[in-house]
Nanobody, 119 residues
Framework: VQLQASGGGLVQPGGSLTLSCVAS????????MGWYRQAPGKERELVAS???????KYVDSVKGRFTISSHNYMKSVYLQMNSLKPEDTAVYYC??????????????WGQGTLVTVSS
């Protein structure tokens, strides 16, 4: 399974961006997809995730500003980011959790996409 992430870029504080992540390949049953980010000198952190049942989770710092959604039977996931702040600057990665018919779990990462929030 390959994850292709896109949508990063340079945006001014208060601006918006939408990140996209599309999964391809032999997918069994995508159970959960999420976005992580890693800022320089910091550990990678979970930003938002969504399960195949539509349950979402957000890190406190983005609640009310970011929205995660999935489409096409969890083969794509989006992160709408509004009211961006300089502290949102990071490389953003998408992650997918796939489950095979025997209950085996597989985890995949996309390549990062850089989001820079600066005036």
């Amino acid at each position: 399974v390959q994850l292709q992430a896109s949508g990063g870029g340079l945006v001014q504080p208060g601006g918006s961006l939408t990140l996209s992540c599309v999964a391809s390949g032999m997918i069994f049953n995508m159970n959960e997809m999420g976005w992580y980010r890693q800022a320089p000198g910091k550990e990678r952190e979970l930003v938002a995730s969504i399960t195949r049942r539509g349950v979402t989770k957000y890190v406190d710092s983005v609640k009310g500003r970011f929205t995660i959604s999935s489409h096409n039977y969890m083969k794509s996931v989006y992160l709408q980011m509004n009211s961006l702040k300089p502290e949102d600057t990071a490389v953003y990665y998408c992650k997918a959790e796939d489950v095979d018919y025997g209950g085996g779990y597989y985890y995949y990462w996309g390549q990062g996409t850089l989001v820079t929030v600066s005036s």
